[in-house]
């Protein structure tokens, strides 16, 4: 399947209750040639009403980790395993995963990223591992099929913890490293 039946099927998906609340669906945004994709778990209220993910706070905190290791937004490809918002901003549900996950994996091989990061826990355990544990674990590498993944903090988890920063920062410097040394 190719980009553009991919979207309009996204768009036009009900295979869960969440088709039926969202303002927009939140495909992804990005180069679809990108070299690195960030996965998050699913769009906020900014995202939905945009139909871009992350663009509200989380996302301009996202941005600004991008611009401090010098990683050009526009040259990355965003996602989340959702693309529809789920109400209150709740975690998504395993079976809403489920109905959505295939979009996201038809991304992955469309785009045939060389790095994927996931953004915080709900991420991670879905594409790395089921028992990922995202305080103990975030920035180490792992090997999944052809690609090389990592976690690192959600961003809106840094907004309400803000002594995480540093700790995203460095990830950020290693993921930097990683995709230097991998060029």
């Given at each position: 399947m190719?980009?553009?039946?991919l ?8 295979k869960?209750a969440?088709g039926?609340?969202?303002t ?9 040639t990108a ?5 998050g ?6 995202e939905?009403?945009?139909?871009t993910?992350f ?8 941005d600004q980790?991008?611009?401090?290791v010098?990683?050009?937004r ?9 693309k529809?918002?789920?109400?209150q ?6 079976a809403?995963?489920?109905?959505c996950?295939?979009?996201l ?8 990223p060389?790095?994927?990061v996931?953004?915080?826990r709900?991420?991670?355990m879905?594409?790395?591992k089921p028992?990922?544990?995202?305080t103990?674990e975030?920035g180490?590498w ?8 990592t ?6 988890y840094?907004l309400?913890d803000?002594?995480k ?5 460095t990830?950020m410097?290693r ?9």
């Amino acid at each position: 399947m190719g980009w553009e039946a991919l979207e309009n099927e996204c768009k036009s998906c009900h295979k869960c209750a969440l088709g039926d609340t969202r303002t927009n669906c939140v495909f992804g945004t990005g180069s679809r040639t990108a070299e690195l994709m960030f996965v998050g778990e699913a769009p906020g209220e900014q995202e939905d009403l945009s139909g871009t993910p992350f663009v509200g706070r989380a996302g301009k905190l996202l941005d600004q980790f991008l611009d401090a290791v010098d990683i050009p937004r526009e040259k990355v490809y965003i996602a989340n395993i959702l693309k529809c918002r789920p109400p209150q901003n709740r975690d998504p549900s395993p079976a809403e995963e489920e109905a959505c996950i295939g979009y996201l994996y038809e991304q992955m091989r469309l785009i045939r990223p060389k790095v994927i990061v996931c953004l915080g826990r709900i991420a991670a355990m879905k594409l790395i591992k089921p028992d990922f544990r995202i305080t103990k674990e975030h920035g180490e590498w792992f090997l999944k099929g052809d690609h090389l993944m990592t976690a690192v903090y959600h961003p809106a988890y840094l907004l309400r913890d803000p002594r995480k920063k540093e700790d995203m920062l460095t990830d950020m410097k290693r993921l930097r490293a990683k995709l230097d040394e991998m060029n």
